[in-house]
């Protein structure tokens, strides 16, 4: 097999019988790919299943690719739809663990500011698990992932103003659900029920 055979030949290739096609396939764009399970979910662990989910998806329907967009783009749109596969299924869990730091460093201010880190990822995780699937779709490739509107509208088979309006109702739900991250001296409680009055 040729290192210099495009992501067309190799799917092809893969389409046609070749064992080793679709291996070279994801050992190109494994990386990217992992990025875009990791920073759609937010836990290792459930990004691995996702992506694991995602490859399995490409390489049994291989042979639906229509080559109206790369094959990397068609891979992100089958890891995006199996990162809100997951999503879905992590919105009925009430909690999740958080690291044990704090015994692991004995309470130092390194281990604080990691447990902090990583408890403010889960508040933005567990944000945009509760948006709507169309809207958190559209914020991840657009605010997370760096797509182009045309491009995130490509991914997701819809036009680019439904793109827009999406992010658009979804970033303000978003503010809304994580003002105290930028505020953290107002009383979230109070922030709650004064109705978002004040900024």
Sequence with gaps: MSATQSDEELLAAHVAGDPHAFAELVFRHRDRLWAV???TIGDSSEAE???QDALISAFRRADQF???AAVTTWLHRIVVNACLDRIRRLK???TVALPDYESADNGLPEAQ???DQRET???VAQALAELPNDQRAAIMLVD???YPIDEAARL???????VKSRCSRGRSKLAKRLEYLRNPNIDDSVQRHDGGQGE
């Design 37 to 39: 399970a990791q920073r």
């Design 49 to 51: 299943d996702a992506l």
């Design 66 to 68: 229509r080559g109206d």
């Design 92 to 94: 009925s869990r009430p």
């Design 113 to 115: 500011d990691l447990l």
């Design 121 to 123: 990822e889960l508040i």
């Design 144 to 146: 997370i992932e760096g």
């Design 156 to 162: 997701l088979d819809c036009p680019p103003g439904t």
